[in-house]
């Protein structure tokens, strides 16, 4: 069993910064997510890592978002830069046990989920 509890979450401008943690009761070993779900629409992978430390992004991210863990502090990292309205959601960070070179974004690989943060972008 895995706990998650995300933070970092806010209000920013159009433009603007944020970055997300994600505690865990344990990351060496696992691979991990971030997801986002914004009002009326289905929850989406936003970025995952895999145990090797390799990566992957949505189109809609890649060259503003950054996946990042550190097993030393058992947190997981989202830092958002050049962030736009459209990424205005709840962002949520999920586990599974990693195999390396497989980081996935399909929210069914997950069975671990944390509660949730709010970003807000305003224009």
């Known amino acids: 069993q895995v706990q998650l509890v995300e933070s970092g979450g806010g209000s920013v401008q159009a433009g603007g910064s944020l970055r997300l943690s994600c505690a865990s009761s344990r990351t060496d070993g696992y691979s991990m997510g971030w997801f986002r779900q914004a009002p009326g629409k289905e929850r989406e992978g936003v970025a995952a890592?895999?145990?090797?430390?390799?990566?992957r992004y949505a189109d809609s991210v890649k060259g503003r978002f950054t996946i990042s863990k550190d097993n030393t502090k058992n947190t997981l990292y989202l830092q958002m830069d050049s962030l736009k309205p459209e990424d205005t959601a709840m962002y949520y960070c999920?586990?599974?046990?990693?195999?390396?070179?497989?980081?996935?974004?399909?929210?069914?690989?997950?069975?671990?989920w944390g509660q949730g943060t709010q970003v807000t972008v305003s224009s």
């Open positions: 890592i895999d145990i090797d430390y390799t990566t």
């Open positions: 999920a586990a599974r046990r990693g195999y390396g070179g497989r980081p996935t974004r399909a929210e069914s690989d997950y069975p671990y």
